[in-house]
């Protein structure tokens, strides 16, 4: 069997930069249902599609099409009185790019100064080319109540 549209599919991978310096690897694989849901970025289901059980794959995804290009507005800087008692360099917060939004936005605290602490609301990998690399464990065709499973947990979570 071949990786197509309605294919649960498992993959191990991990993520480089285009160095070859690793800089993210699942300790779990990663399961998605194939076929332009979402789940993946468009550029590595696509380069998955006709793949087979024990296929390897290497595929180099510019910033664009990963994670985005670095986004300076999303950096900001609060008084530490408008944020958690135990805020810390490294620590996630989420919350709101624009007051009237409902888009949450996870932003890391990147410094803390004086009063004031900078958060940084960029993905960790936004604005770096990236290289994802794996290999295909398993592929079984979906039955409508997996897909219908998978596509509401999918729209609960985002």
Do not use: R
Not at 113 to 135: I, S, Y
């Amino acid at each position: 069997m071949t990786i197509q549209k309605d294919c649960i599919v498992t993959i191990d991978y991990h993520i480089n930069d285009t160095k070859g310096n690793l800089l993210h690897e699942e300790e779990e694989s990663l399961v998605y249902l194939h076929g332009n849901y979402g789940h993946i970025f468009p550029t590595v289901e696509k380069a998955l599609e006709g793949k087979s059980i024990g296929e390897a794959f290497k595929i180099e995804l510019p910033a664009d099409k990963a994670f985005g290009k670095y986004d300076p507005s999303l950096v900001v800087t609060e008084a530490l009185s408008e944020l958690p008692t135990e805020v810390s360099v490294g620590m996630e917060l989420d919350g709101y790019f624009e007051e009237d939004s409902d888009d949450v936005i996870i932003y890391t605290v990147t410094e803390i100064k004086g009063d004031h602490a900078t958060l940084d609301g960029n993905h960790p990998l936004a604005g770096m080319d990236l290289v994802f690399e794996g290999t295909v464990l398993d592929i079984h065709e979906a039955t409508p109540e997996e897909i219908k499973e998978v596509l509401e947990f999918h729209h609960d979570h985002h």
